[in-house]
């Protein structure tokens, strides 16, 4: 079993509506909590990051953690064409972990206008 | 700006050569990291440094290489290719100081390697 299970995709949106994304985790060290996003042909570039359970707010963007469920979850608000890639979730244990990330799949959204 | 160069964009060998992906960043980062990333599977952490001439197995090691000998730049190194190494191979860098983005890794463009 994968530490981090995100599922794949494709997710297939119109213009306007709400993006939800969510990871399921198994390791209860994990701490920081990371979403990135990868536009087609670029490397993943960090979008949002959370320490431990809450709600952050960035924007269209909230990212949520429920330590207790082992579940997170990304929403976008709004959702533009622009916002067509694939978001990454990526877990870490903390700064005495040589700032190795787990990894999702990464899930694959298309807004359509 | 912040900046992660990878060698190549796109690199086809043959079945048994040597293969060598660069990767250079300009950020003064300590920790650097080799990725790759497969359909389905993510990314998948093949080595890991912290400092120069520090190297660390990440999960998928076999097969794999690494060298860092300046603090800017990370070699990953394919002794003898295969055909199950045709990847998206992804470079990344990090600080661990703490007047840095601690929690975030920047990556390169990646290098798409095709092994025939």
């Known amino acids: 079993q994968k530490e981090v299970e995100q599922d794949p995709g494709p997710l297939s949106v119109p213009e306007g509506a709400i993006v939800s994304l969510n990871c399921t985790y198994s390791n209860s060290a994990f701490q920081y909590f990371m979403w990135y996003r990868q536009y087609s042909r670029k490397g993943p570039e960090l979008l949002m990051y959370?320490?431990?359970?809450g709600n952050k707010e960035d924007g269209r963007f909230t990212a949520q953690v429920d330590k207790s469920s082992k579940y997170i979850s990304l929403f976008i608000r709004d959702s533009q064409p622009s916002d067509s890639a694939t978001y990454l979730c990526?877990?870490?244990?903390?700064?005495?972990?040589?700032?190795?990330?787990?990894f999702g799949a990464g899930t694959q959204v298309v807004v359509t206008p | 700006d912040v900046k992660v160069t990878q060698s190549s964009r796109y690199l086809v060998k043959r079945t048994g050569e040597k293969v060598f992906l660069e990767c250079v960043q300009d950020m003064d980062h300590e920790n650097m990291f080799w990725y790759r990333q497969d359909p389905g599977l993510g990314l998948r952490l093949i080595y890991f440094?912290?400092?120069?001439?520090?190297?660390e197995k990440g999960d998928i090691p076999e097969g794999y290489s690494v060298s860092r000998e300046k603090k800017e730049r990370f070699s990953l190194i394919l002794e003898s290719a295969s055909t199950n190494q045709t990847s998206m191979y992804l470079c990344a860098s990090k600080t661990y100081r703490t007047s840095g983005s601690i929690h975030e890794q920047f990556f390169g463009p990646g290098t798409r390697l095709t092994v025939l």
């Open positions: 959370t320490y431990s359970s």
């Open positions: 990526a877990m870490s244990a903390g700064t005495d972990s040589w700032g190795k990330f787990q």
């Open positions: 440094s912290y400092d120069v001439k520090m190297k």
